[in-house]
């Protein structure tokens, strides 16, 4: 399954927001992660946080676009009952 998302790095904790729909009308899940956007860290820190969330292992999780942007598709492999859920398609 891809995921668009627009990750916020720097928070003051890691959270999975919710959806917003942007600009051109695309639905983006909004997460948040403390790590810095510097060497691949707020990437790690998104993949961790996506590895726990739907119980995949992190070698499941690839960023397909967006790795040194905020905006970001991201592909999971498995866990599709729980990316269901969040997806609002159960």
Do not use: Y
């Not at 919710?18 to 992660?33: A, P, Q, S």
């Not at 993949?47 to 397909?64: A, E, R």
């Not at 498995?78 to 997806?87: A, F």
């Amino acid at each position: 399954m891809k995921l668009l998302i627009h990750l916020t790095p720097n928070a003051s904790h890691n959270k999975i927001e919710g959806w917003e729909i942007d600009e051109k009308g695309e639905k983006r899940l909004r997460i948040k992660v403390t790590a810095v956007p510097e060497d691949g860290k707020a990437n790690d820190a998104l993949i961790k946080l996506l590895s726990k969330t739907f119980s995949v292992p992190k070698s499941k999780i690839t960023i397909v676009r967006g790795a040194k942007a905020r905006l970001k598709e991201v592909e999971i492999e498995g866990g599709q009952e729980s990316l269901l859920i969040l997806c609002g398609k159960n």
